[in-house]
C-alpha cells in the first residue's frame, strides 16, 4: 500500500426514508435493504439511485428477477447501451449471460483484469447491473476499486498535472489475451478468441480495436464528481504521447487506484443484483473456481460522452 486516505473515507449512509443502506467498505460500497426489485416503487428508486452515485457500487440479496423484471429495473436509470460482447439471451437482446461452465479450463474468464465496461466505446456505458443465478460455493467474487477517492487522495501537482490528458482506449490487448488463453466457446469471451481463426476481422471489432480517447480526468455529470478514467485492461495509451511515455503514467494510475484501501469486495450469492456506476470506479471478475458453474446475466445503461 502507497498510502492510506485517513480523512478522505465518506462512505457514511444517508437518511434514508424508503430503503436501508448498510457500508460494506470504507472506501465504497452498500448492501441496500427493504426493497423487492420486481415491484420497486418511484420513491424507493429515487434513494437506490442516491445511493449508488453515493456508494459506487450498491448491491441487494435475495432478488428474484425474471430477465423482464432485469430489463425494467435497468430502464429506469436511462435506455440500454450498446454491448461489446454480446447480443443479449433469446427473446431479451439486452440481457447478456456471463456464463462460464464447470468443465471450462479457459486461463482467463469474462470480466478478469481491472477496467471500467467497454471504455473503448464512443459513449462507454453508464451503468452495469448485474445479476446472479448459480454461484460456485468459493470463488468467483467480484472487487471494485472507488477511482474518485483515488483521484482526491492524488496531490494537488499531480492532478494538476493530468488534467486536460486524453487516454485511449481499445480492446486490443484483451483480445489478443482471449485468443492466448480462452477456450472456443459460445461466450463472451469464448466468442473474442475465436478471432483467432478469423483471416478477416468484422467491421464492428475494427471499430473496438481502433477505440476512442476520453478524458483521464472525467467529471460527473449529476453529482460533479471528479474520478480518474484509467483501467490495466483497455487503456493502451495517452493522446500525444509516445507509448514509452505514457506506459509509466498509465501503470502508476492503475497501481494508485487498486490500492486496497479504495476497495471494496463481494462475495456473490445466488439472487444477488450488484449494480455500479462505470464513472466512479473499476473492477475486476476472479477465475478461482475451476470445476464449478458460474452464472450470471448483466444489462448496461447507456452512458454520455465523458467530459
Not at 457514511?12 to 443502506?21: C, E, F, G, K, P
Not at 428508486?45 to 423482464?68: D, G, P, S
Not at 479504495?262 to 443484483?273: A, G, N, S
Request: hydrophobic letters at 40%.
Amino acid at each position: 500500500m502507497r498510502l492510506h486516505p485517513t480523512g478522505k473515507f465518506d462512505n457514511h449512509v444517508s437518511n434514508y426514508q424508503h430503503i436501508q443502506a448498510l457500508p460494506l467498505a470504507a472506501a465504497m460500497g452498500a448492501e441496500i435493504r427493504g426493497v423487492d426489485l420486481a415491484s420497486i416503487n418511484d420513491a424507493q428508486f429515487a434513494e437506490v439511485q442516491h445511493a449508488l452515485f453515493r456508494h459506487k457500487m450498491i448491491y441487494f440479496r435475495q432478488q428474484t428477477l425474471t430477465h423482464e423484471q432485469h430489463e425494467a429495473f435497468s430502464l429506469r436509470f436511462g435506455p440500454f447501451a450498446e454491448d461489446a460482447y454480446t447480443s443479449g439471451v433469446p427473446g431479451h437482446r439486452n440481457v447478456h449471460p456471463l456464463i462460464k461452465e464447470a468443465d471450462d479450463k479457459s486461463k482467463m474468464v469474462f470480466g478478469e483484469g481491472w477496467h471500467t465496461d467497454s471504455p473503448f466505446l464512443p459513449e462507454p456505458p453508464a451503468i452495469t447491473a448485474l445479476y446472479s443465478v448459480e454461484i460456485p460455493p468459493f470463488g468467483g467474487d467480484t472487487i471494485w476499486a472507488n477511482s474518485a477517492l483515488a483521484y482526491a487522495s492524488l496531490s494537488d501537482t499531480y492532478r494538476q498535472m493530468i488534467q486536460g490528458l486524453k487516454v485511449h482506449f481499445s480492446i486490443r490487448e484483451v483480445m489478443k489475451a482471449a485468443q492466448e488463453s480462452v477456450e472456443l466457446r459460445d461466450s463472451p469471451i469464448g466468442q473474442l478468441a475465436a478471432s483467432r481463426q478469423s483471416t478477416q476481422l468484422s467491421e464492428s471489432l475494427i471499430r473496438k480495436i481502433n477505440g476512442n480517447t476520453h478524458p483521464l480526468v472525467r467529471t460527473h455529470p449529476v453529482t460533479g464528481e471528479k474520478a480518474l478514467y484509467v483501467d490495466g485492461a483497455y487503456a493502451i495509451g495517452i493522446e500525444g504521447m509516445e507509448p514509452e511515455e505514457s506506459a509509466p503514467l498509465l501503470a502508476f494510475l492503475v497501481e494508485h487506484i487498486i490500492q486496497h484501501a479504495f476497495t471494496c469486495r463481494l462475495r456473490w450469492e445466488p439472487k444477488t443484483l450488484a449494480i455500479w456506476d462505470n464513472r466512479l470506479c473499476i473492477h475486476q471478475a476472479f477465475n478461482d473456481y475451476f470445476g464449478y458453474r458460474r452464472e450470471l446475466y448483466r444489462t448496461t445503461v447507456a452512458g454520455e460522452k465523458p467530459r
